[in-house]
């Protein structure tokens, strides 16, 4: 009996104890300067050259940094990150940039040009089955040295007349490099310490481990315990220390959104990785202040297999491209403030893609109907879709649209992720969903996807002009010029719709307004090194 | 009875070693490739990768090199966590999963059986329909369903718990309650049965006859019997509990083993998958082989048999 009242007065002091302090998990952590972040799930690595995904470079972009910094409010503007300045030819085929003096890596070991060239000599080491080094292949010499035509590095165009020049010849005019720079694939690893836990072409060398890992970026990895959380903290090595607000970071892997969004609602979070579309409602009538809805930069699309004899005719391509209500879908299924697609580009800055596609029921009518298909002769099709539950409902609602208005027999086949993709692959579909988000605010990062034999088109149409134009455009050194041989390069493929644009995507997600100095970005990658935490 | 635990021990290995071989096969049978992503890897790099792995290996040699690595302790890397080893996701993701599960049945039994023995002693009465009602709904309820329901009903509401993450004991608490209710649940229904039977015996008469008190009567001579079907099925209960549950796991944020199960086979990683089977495979026949050590320990019959 005393036993058991010596049990539960512990227990009751304990309980005391914990609820002493009964602020939120969010206002002790501003107070102590931590951003809590929601992160969508485990990182698969955190090596900038292994990693190909958000996820991992929402961690990747608080540890390192490349040649230059992204601006807090503007996608345009490129601030000096490991650079401090750089220069280009006219024709902006070669770059000079000039690395700081002050540039260190978190163990104090001065960051020099040949941390540069080890990093894209790693990562376009054929041995080293870098998945994503094909960002680098605007470099002169990249591609051969990385499909190994040529096993010297010194074919790729990158120098160091000094250690603190960089210079880089590319294979075409690029005016969008900076851009290229602030791509993780494009970041300095600490050679000294890559080399001390392996080779270079060491496939997993654990020196991102934590208590390996030197990084260059504003915060440095102090714990990261496998599916829980990764926390980093100021680097006091950061050459532009003295600006960093935050003192720490935390990344929290959290896979269901519904936790995520009730983990924020509780006050364990700051921001939140998404949100899931039936939220939105409960977020903007709760605290509509939290809710962030902003345009991002990606498009979503029906891919359509133009080798299959379903969607072969581009007229029946262009029938259900028409005949689909996006806005309909936008309101009345995603409710995220996504914009109706008239084109697969979303614009960007200068760029404005044709005005390809909008909804026409008459004209899908009567294109169906020369394709030589109606009410007595329906149109049958499979749409290819993944398992997920807001993928199924834009279906539905796509194959509701074509059934009632145009008599089409859709059937929707939905597999799960890799089988889904195995599929998408082979060609084994007639109409498929399907979305792209850009590595960098260009529209190439949508554009390429189409050439003939890329490994994303994934539809099997190609179309030489368009190859052809995208080529020219690629020549051009005058960006307005530049712009205007992509449109027209867009229009060439729009003709022939491989893909049914659908909609442009937004970012929803749940933001505290505790957090300052996060502002929307078309990528949706906020530079940590500006952001603040006011006091609750 | 050592005999018979080597015996139940060499029947495990032979076991394990089929559930790898049969593993090893369908996985591979499964469409798609661990090493394929949303944006197209390059075809020169894909074979290196698969190198690496030694995915360009025949089948049959591909499983040879897998039996060695398992005889020298190594479940291989992961295919989808590039850079970590299974037995590293293995050793962060056990000691959660074995808490939950731990607390889970802790729950289930301080629950399941007292249920149990109480409906059986108050057969046919309200306190045993009400009982079997809340069991029969323990059991229909998904955890779906009940873990959200806590999180948002009580831990949003209740200052000192959290509705998801996993640091201190008493985030323990909640996804512990969820995992636990189906099987105090079954619990509670195996007992009452066990019970019943047991307490319609001749020899409970007796001790009732002599005048032995009605709890001696059914914690000492009934339970001891009522409690052997319970014990058999808690074995293999056990076993599920600490493997993980997915759901559990994602709707608390408990960093345990069961995503794997899931996550591992949805990223064709089929390392990991081989990896979290065989340890369920491990726990299960050990589970077994304890449920039966506990029952010859509590059954003479069983005991002398052996």
Known sequence: MLRIFHISAVFALTLSLISCDQRRTVDRASEEKVLLLGNGDEPKELDPQVVTGVIESNIINALFEGLCVRHPENEGVHLPGMAERWEANADFTQWTFHLRNDAKWSDGTPLTAADFLFAFERILTPEFGAKYAEMLYYLKGAQQFHQGESDDFSSVSVRAPDPHTLELELVAPTPFLPDLTMHYTWFPVPKHCVLSHGEMQTKHNPWTRPQHIVSNGPFQLTSWKFNQYIAAEANPNYWDAARLKLKGIKFLPIKNAYTEARMFFDGQLHGTYTLAPEMIRYAKDTEPESLRQEPYFASYFLRCNVTSPAVQNPKIRRALALAIDRQAIIDKILQGGQSAAYSVTPPIGEYQPPKAIEYKLSEAKALLKEAGFGPDNPLRLKLLATDRDSTKRICEAVQAMWKQELGVDCTIVQFEWKTYLDKLTKLQYDVCFGGWSADYPDPTTFLDMWKKGGGNNRTGWFNNDYDQQLKTAAQCSDPAERFRLLERAEATMMDELPSLPLFWATTNYLLSPQVQGWHPLLLNQHPYKFIDLTQP | MLKTLISRLGQGVVVIFFLISITFVLVRLMPGDPLTDEKAVPEHVIEKNRAYYKLDQPKVVQFGYYLGNIAQGDLGPSMSKEGRQVLEIIEYSFPASLILGTTGM??????????????????????????????????????????????????????????????????????????????????????????????????????????????????????????????????PAFAALVSGSFIIETIFQVPGLGQHFINGALARDYNLIQGVVILFGILIVLANLLADLALAAINPRLRNQS
């Open chain 2, 106 to 235: 802790l729950i289930a039994l301080c629950i399941g059986i007292p249920a149990g023995i109480l409906s059986a002693l108050r057969k046919n009465s309200w306190i045993d329909f009400g009982t079997m009602v809340f069991a029969m709904i323990g059991i229909s309820i998904p955890s779906f369903v009940i873990g959200p329901l806590l999180a948002s009903g009580i831990a949003s509401k209740v200052p000192f718990l959290k509705v998801a993450g996993w640091g201190d004991p008493l985030d323990w608490l909640l996804p512990a309650i969820t995992l636990g209710l189906a099987t105090a649940a079954y619990i509670a229904r195996i007992t009452r049965g066990g019970m019943l039977e047991t307490l319609n015996q001749d020899y409970i008469r007796t001790a009732r006859a002599k005048g032995l008190r009605e709890s001696t009567v059914v914690l000492k001579h009934a339970l001891r019997g009522g409690i052997i079907p319970a014990i058999a099925y808690i074995g």
